[in-house]
Structure formats: C-alpha cells, structure tokens
C-alpha cells in the first residue's frame, strides 16, 4: 500500500461526505488532501494548487463533526495495517522509533477560536501570540525511509509523558522496538519513569541543566564517556517521586567537523562513545 493510497483511505474514513448543494465531490476532496499531505503543505496551498476544491473553509466544514480521538484512531488503524505488513516483510526485525515535537504558528483571533484548549501561549514566528504543539512518533527503517506512525495534538497543561506511554503501548501491540529516542526538548525525570515502567529502551538527550555534569566532563579527555547513575525527583498531582537513571557522558566529541559534549540519560549499555552517538544521529 503506498502512500497515496495510504493517505486517500484516510481521508475518506475522516471526512463527511454527505452531498449538498455546489458541495465538491468526494475525489476532490480527498485529491485536495492528498496534496497537501504528501507536499507537506498547508490544505489552503494546495486547494489553489489542486483547484478542484475553493478553499480550505469547505473542507473543515466536512470535519465539523470529526472528533480528534475519531482521527486517531482512523489513523491508528491503518498504520497498524502498514506495521502488519513491514513486521513480515522485515522478518519480525526490531525499529528504531524517535519521538518529536514540533510548534505550529497560530495566525487567528484568539477570542474567537474554537479549539483554546490547544493554543499554547507564546510567540514563535512574527504576528502570532499562540501556538499549536503536535507529538509525533517516527520509526526509522533505515537512513532514508521514516514514517510517522503515530501523533497527537497537544493540550494547555497536559503531562507530555501520557502520550508517549500512549503511542509506545499502540506501537509494541504491533513490532517490537529497539530503542526509543527523544532530543533535549524530552528532559523530563517524569518521562524516564514512565519509560522505566513501560520497561523500554531508551535514550534521551539530555539538556545541560545545573552544574552536576562539569566535574565529571573536568576527569575526561577529549572523546572520552563515562556512565553513571543519577537520582532525580518531579512533583505530580501533589506526590513527590523519585527516579534513578543511568547516565552517559561524552566529552568533545567530534560530529561532523565539530567537536561537541554529549550526555544521555539512557538503559542502553553500549561499548564505545561513538556507538552511542551514532544510534542517537538515527534519529
């Protein structure tokens, strides 16, 4: 099933194509998002580019009564399909997956948004004051093929941890992982406690934060690691916790042309620095 086919059984389990006058039909709606989909762009962009649909308007109004857990889980269901068919085809071969966030710049009136509960406050581009904040899960099959295989769009105040417990119960129901990995926006000891209790692999790379980490990067030559074990602490819904994490530091470590300090909060036990640098840059 390839990607266009993908994206077009998609669209249709999402959309309400009841007909109504001057209405576009259903392959212009769905050729409309396809479009948009496999351009990466946005669905105004490509009902000019397309023409076959007048504008954006028109195919959210066909959304109005699609609820966000009603995509999901369309979604869910057809890359449980595509995991079906890599799992055989891949002879039941373990993935790297790696999880992301990414911002989406808000260019509305505020007051008369619909959707508050997921407009982040803060301005990321010129002329915006809010923000969307989508998750994403990726799964790496080798350095040109990635697939996003699961995302969410997140809510003011939520615990991002939730939804990556969320993702990784759906993905393991399916393939098995060899290593989940997360960039320095995931620093978060709540999150190490959920991956612990899930009992994954994982390898976060860690924000710099403090000044715990220089006595040790102080011991080591250039290109040198040490691991240790760290105790950290979060306060949720009013309880204080508690986690241990195995941690990697690099010192100076050469990555394309330049040389940079590295530290990984991870379970994984590899033997060199360059090992783990290199399974990091996977993502």
């Known amino acids: 099933m390839g990607k266009r ?22 392959q212009q709606i ?4 396809v479009t948009a989909a496999l351009n990466l762009a946005f669905v105004n962009e490509s009902c000019k580019s397309t023409g076959q649909v007048s504008k954006s308007q028109v195919i959210y109004r066909k959304l109005k009564n699609t609820t966000i857990e009603n995509i999901q889980e369309c979604f869910q269901k057809l890359v449980t399909k595509f995991l079906l068919l890599l799992k055989i085809f891949s002879r039941n071969r373990k993935f790297l997956l790696s999880f992301d966030t990414t911002k989406e710049a808000f260019y509305g009136d505020f007051s008369k948004a619909e959707d508050k509960l997921y407009l982040h406050e803060g301005s990321i581009v010129r002329e915006s004051e809010y923000y969307y904040e989508h998750l994403t899960v990726v799964i790496t099959c080798n350095n040109a093929a990635r697939y996003i295989i699961d995302g969410v769009i997140i809510p003011i105040g939520a ?42 692999p994982y390898m976060i790379f860690w924000r710099k934060e403090g000044n715990w980490y220089k ?4 011991k080591l030559k250039d ?5 240790l074990s ?25 990555y394309e042309g330049k040389k940079y300090d590295w530290i990984f909060a991870t379970n994984i036990n590899l033997k060199t620095a360059e090992n783990y640098i290199k399974r990091y840059k996977k993502r």
């Open 223 to 227: 290109g040198e690691l040490i691991k």
């Open 5 to 26: 086919e993908l994206i077009n059984n998609f669209a249709k389990q999402i959309v309400d194509f009841n007909p109504r006058k001057d209405s576009p039909t259903p």
């Open 30 to 33: 769905t050729n409309t998002l």
């Open 159 to 200: 615990y991002i941890e939730n939804y990556v417990k969320e993702m990784i119960i759906f993905i393991k129901k399916t393939i098995q992982p060899e290593l989940f990995l997360f960039d320095r926006g995931f620093t978060s000891w709540a999150l190490i406690n959920t991956l612990k209790k899930l009992n994954v």
């Open 215 to 218: 006595k040790y990067f102080n």
């Open 230 to 254: 760290r105790k950290g602490k979060y306060n949720e819904n009013m309880t204080n916790y508690i986690i241990v994490s195995n941690f990697v530091l690099i010192k100076q470590y050469a």
